[in-house]
């Protein structure tokens, strides 16, 4: 933690952020008009503090899309009261970005990924030497739970365990793997954000996204020969003595995580909200009472305090983007622009479904290039399309834009896994990036026509 970090200030910020993510969800079980203003208040004001630690290009995006929605709101005269419910439009992706490493936390406090470690050197130390394979299946597995932590995480026990890999060959089968998480997970922003904009439940279409994300492992697995990093030589670590390690036991770790998810669909089974705040609550109250139970509380709060006083440094740039474009994306609803941008896709896609398919694809990987986040063309784009001029359901153009956002994450140096990748085999993203072409135009079209079989033959 830095001196800026550090700050008093900032310090107080991350509590702001906590409190705002609580007010939302307190406001989506208990509607009043009343928190939601106090929230959407306290958004704008942490959109406002974010400006001086943003990048340049991420500052001069977020000032463009507030700038925009100022013109549209005023435009349309739309009240100020309710302009200001803008700020407060994507508290719910905030929510799940604040909330879920509250899970990560809470199995560092208790010892659960600690356990996780020792398994897998337990099992090296006895001749189980497949630390690409092995790497790829842990990634795959706790990203579903732990998003980006999963990465650093699982990289971190790999380098404790094994005894000799390539680093980047192994960095990069790990931020692979992460993207089979990003086609169906419900503790994934991108899914929540899409259910979101679509007004759908994630039963609507988490059968579509796990059986692309199956799809994508296939391919992963088989294009996993054709990485071949110009300088890439063998790391060798010291051989860990036999027996020394203990063996834990995994079953807490196994037992938490099913309770968890078992916990998730069922809540969302059960009441009227959307699976995006289902996940939220059960992030902050599971840990809690698991903790409680587990007589860890005392000290499971203590890292709890850590993380919120961290969060707002931590997460500045989601903050900024995520506010910003919920800004936008509520004067884009305000005015005639959806239906323009809907003629305009359909015109240039020629009425073609998967023609459609392979445009958003590429749309939204061109604009992520350039430092757009996909949350920005998720909601743009989202807001805009109308499924029936297209003649497909909403779920079919939601999980077109599940693949477009993993696709473009993949390849775009500013995505957030790509630069997870960079900083831990500290090289450059456009080293990442020129080992992922290849991979990518592969994948994005098998995806897109698996996603087009499925309209085909009238499963979604």
Same mark, same amino acid.
């Given at each position: 933690?830095?001196?800026?970090?550090?700050?008093?200030?900032?310090?107080?910020?991350?509590v702001?952020?906590?409190?705002?993510?609580?007010?939302?969800?307190t406001?989506?079980?208990?509607?009043?008009?009343?928190?939601m203003i106090?929230?959407?208040?306290?958004?704008?004001?942490?959109?406002?503090?974010?400006?001086?630690?943003?990048?340049?290009?991420?500052?001069?995006?977020?000032?463009?899309?507030?700038?925009?929605?100022?013109?549209?709101?005023?435009?349309?005269?739309?009240?100020?009261?309710?302009a200001?419910?803008?700020?407060?439009?994507?508290?719910?992706?905030?929510?799940?970005?604040?909330?879920?490493p509250?899970?990560?936390?809470?199995?560092t406090?208790?010892?659960?990924? /600690?356990?996780?470690?020792?398994?897998?050197?337990?099992?090296?130390n006895?001749?189980g030497h497949?630390?690409?394979?092995?790497?790829?299946?842990l990634?795959?597995?706790?990203?579903?739970?732990?998003?980006?932590?999963s990465?650093?995480?699982?990289?971190?026990?790999?380098?404790?365990?094994?005894?000799?890999?390539?680093?980047?060959?192994?960095?990069?089968?790990?931020?692979?793997a992460?993207?089979?998480?990003?086609?169906?997970?419900?503790?994934?922003v991108?899914v929540?954000?899409?259910?979101?904009?679509?007004?759908?439940t994630?039963?609507?279409?988490?059968?579509?996204?796990?059986?692309?994300?199956?799809?994508?492992?296939?391919?992963?697995?088989?294009?996993?020969?054709?990485?071949?990093?110009?300088?890439?030589?063998?790391?060798?670590?010291?051989?860990?003595?036999?027996?020394?390690?203990?063996?834990?036991?995994?079953v807490?770790?196994?037992?938490f995580?099913?309770?968890?998810?078992?916990?998730?669909?069922?809540?969302?089974?059960m009441?009227?909200v959307?699976?995006?705040?289902?996940?939220?609550?059960?992030?902050?109250?599971?840990?809690?009472?698991?903790?409680?139970f587990?007589?860890?509380?005392?000290?499971?709060?203590?890292?709890v305090?850590i993380?919120?006083?961290s969060?707002?440094?931590?997460?500045?740039? /989601?903050?900024?983007?995520?506010?910003?474009?919920g800004?936008?994306?509520?004067?884009?609803?305000?005015?005639?622009?959806?239906?323009?941008?809907?003629e305009?896709?359909?015109?240039?896609?020629?009425?073609?479904?998967?023609?459609?398919?392979?445009?958003?694809?590429?749309?939204?990987?061109?604009?992520?290039?350039?430092?757009?986040?996909?949350?920005?063309?998720?909601?743009?784009?989202?807001?805009?399309l109308?499924?029936?001029?297209?003649?497909?359901?909403?779920e079919?153009?939601?999980?077109?834009?599940?693949?477009?956002?993993?696709?473009?994450?993949?390849i775009?140096?500013?995505?957030?896994?790509i630069?997870?990748?960079?900083?831990?085999?500290?090289?450059?993203?456009?080293?990442?990036?020129?080992?992922?072409?290849?991979?990518?135009i592969?994948?994005?079209?098998?995806?897109t026509?698996?996603?087009?079989?499925?309209?085909?033959?009238?499963?979604?």
């Open positions: 933690m830095d001196t800026t970090e550090k700050h008093p200030f900032i310090r107080f910020l991350g702001i952020c906590y409190v705002t993510a609580i007010l939302y969800l406001e989506a079980f208990f509607p009043n008009a009343t928190l106090i929230y959407s208040l306290l958004g704008g004001f942490l959109l406002l503090c974010t400006f001086p630690f943003l990048p340049k290009i991420s500052r001069i995006i977020v000032l463009m899309l507030v700038l925009f929605g100022i013109t549209c709101f005023y435009l349309e005269e739309i009240p100020i009261q309710e200001v419910l803008g700020f407060g439009r994507n508290t719910n992706l905030l929510s799940l970005f604040l909330l879920i509250l899970i990560g936390t809470f199995m406090t208790a010892g659960y990924l /600690e356990s996780l470690k020792r398994f897998v050197q337990s099992w090296e006895k001749g497949h630390p690409y394979l092995i790497s790829f299946i990634t795959a597995t706790t990203g579903i739970i732990l998003n980006f932590g990465m650093a995480i699982v990289k971190k026990i790999a380098d404790q365990s094994f005894t000799s890999f390539r680093e980047q060959l192994l960095t990069l089968t790990i931020m692979r992460f993207g089979f998480c990003m086609l169906w997970s419900p503790y994934f991108n929540g954000l899409v259910l979101v904009v679509f007004d759908l994630w039963v609507d279409i988490g059968k579509y996204g796990m059986v692309l994300a199956g799809v994508y492992l296939i391919l992963s697995l088989l294009m996993y020969k054709y990485i071949a990093f110009p300088d890439d030589p063998i790391i060798h670590m010291d051989k860990k003595e036999e027996g020394k390690i203990q063996r834990t036991s995994l807490p770790l196994l037992r995580s099913i309770v968890l998810i078992v916990s998730s669909f069922s809540i969302d089974y009441l009227e959307n699976m995006l705040t289902v996940v939220s609550v059960v992030a902050i109250v599971l840990p809690f009472i698991w903790a409680l587990s007589k860890i509380l005392k000290s499971f709060f203590q890292d305090l993380q919120v006083q969060s707002f440094f931590s997460l500045k740039n /989601e903050l900024a983007i995520f506010i910003s474009a800004f936008f994306g509520m004067a884009i609803s305000q005015t005639n622009i959806g239906p323009i941008m809907s305009f896709l359909f015109r240039t896609s020629l009425g073609s479904v998967y023609a459609l398919t392979i445009l958003l694809v590429l749309l939204t990987t061109g604009l992520a290039q350039i430092g757009i986040h996909p949350v920005i063309i998720v909601i743009g784009i989202g807001s805009a109308s499924p029936d001029k297209f003649g497909v359901s909403p079919y153009l939601a999980v077109a834009l599940l693949v477009a956002w993993t696709i473009s994450t993949t775009s140096p500013f995505s957030g896994q630069l997870m990748a960079s900083k831990l085999m500290n090289r450059q993203p456009s080293v990442i990036i020129r080992q992922n072409v290849f991979f990518i592969i994948v994005a079209a098998v995806l026509f698996t996603l087009y079989s499925f309209y085909l033959f009238g499963f979604i």
